[in-house]
C-alpha cells in the first residue's frame, strides 16, 4: 500500500523536520498514489502550527503501523510502553483501541503525539478499509489525546466527556511544551490538539453497538469508559492502571468509588489504559483498589498525627513501592492531591 506525505520542517529550525501523514489518500499502487499528488499540491494544506514550512506532497510505501493485537473478533488493542513519554516513544505509552462493526470503525484514545496517530491509522488502514467514523477519548490527559487530529483529518468525529473540551482549553499550552520537552521539537512536529464534542451515551457501529459512559471525577475530571456490548470488553482509560503507577489528578475518594460502580457493568474482560492489555475484571483491578486504599488510610492516619503536607507525603503510599512500575514518578503528586482532598472533609 502506498501513503502520500510532507515534509514539514520548522520555520526557525530548518533542520528539524519530519514526514507527515496526509490520511485518506492511501493506495494499492503506486501510480494511483501519483496520480492524487496534483491535487495534493495544488490546495492548501492546513498545519496548524504557524512557525512549521510545508515541502511538496510526496508518494512512499506505506511504513509498518502500531501493533494491534485481536482480542476479540473486531476488538483490537495496542500496548502502550511501560514508560514516560520521550524520544524513543514519541508518546507511545498508553493503550489504544480499535473496535470494528459493519460499518464503521470507532478509535478509543490515540497516543501521545501526532506520529503515534499516523501510525495507528496506518496499522488500522492493514486490517479494514472501513470507515473510520469516531474517536472516542477516554479522558483528558495528553499521552491519551494527541493522535486524535490524524483522525479528525479524514472527517472523525473527536468525542469524550462533556467536560474534556474545556479541560484541554484549559491546559493545552501546558500540554504542548510539556510533552514537546519530553520528546523534542523534531519528535512533536505538527502535533495539536484535536477538540472534541460531548460524546453520545451509544454509538452504533453496524451490527455493534458501544455504551460510553460519564464519570463523575475520579481519576481525572473527565473520565469515560467504552464498553463493547458485542465481545462485552470494557475499555476503561485510566479508572484502570496496571503495573504502571498510577496518577491522580482528580479524587481520591470519587476513584475509590467509580471502580466500585464498574463492577456493575459484568465485563468479560477491562482493557485498561496502561499495562494489560487484558485484564480478568476482578483480578486486574485489584491492584489499584490496594494502592488507593493504602494512600487512603496513610493519609488519614498523617492527617490524624498533625503532620504537615511536606511530611505527610514522604511516607504516604511508600509501601506500595514495589507493587508499581515508575512508582516515584507519580506517588508524591498522588500523596498531595489526597492530603488536599481528604484534608477538607
Known sequence: MFEIIVTICLVGDPDICRSQLIPGHETHRLDQCESKLTDINSRSL??????ISVGRAACREMPDGLSLIEVEPGVFVHLGAIDEPNPSNLGDVSNIGVVIGESEIA??????????GEDLYRAIRTISDL????????????????????????GAKIVGHPDLKRALQDRG????????NLMTPAGFLGTALAMPEPAPS??????????????????????????????????????????????????????????????????????PGHGGPVLEPVAGVAPLKQYLGVLEADTRSAL??????????????????????LFELFNTRNATVSYTELEWE
Open 131 to 154: 470507515h473510520i467514523s469516531t474517536v472516542i477519548l477516554t479522558h483528558m490527559h495528553p499521552d491519551h489525546v494527541y493522535g486524535a487530529s490524524v483522525f479528525a483529518d479524514v
Open 107 to 116: 478509535v478509543i484514545d490515540t497516543g501521545g503525539s501526532r506520529k503515534v
Open 46 to 51: 492546513t498545519i496548524n502550527e504557524a512557525e
Open 202 to 271: 451509544t454509538l452504533d457501529l453496524g451490527e455493534r453497538v458501544l455504551d460510553l459512559d460519564v464519570w463523575p471525577t475520579a481519576h481525572s475530571p473527565t473520565d469515560l469508559t467504552v464498553f463493547d456490548r458485542t465481545s462485552g470488553i470494557l475499555f476503561t482509560g485510566d479508572l484502570v492502571f496496571h503495573e504502571y503507577a498510577p496518577a491522580l489528578d482528580g479524587s481520591l475518594r470519587g476513584w475509590r468509588t467509580a471502580l466500585d460502580m464498574m463492577a456493575e457493568k459484568r465485563a468479560t474482560y477491562i482493557v
Open 304 to 325: 490524624e498525627r498533625g503532620l504537615r503536607i511536606g511530611e505527610a507525603v514522604e511516607e504516604i503510599g511508600k509501601s506500595e513501592a514495589e507493587n508499581w512500575e
Open 173 to 180: 499550552e501546558a500540554y504542548h511544551a510539556g510533552f514537546s
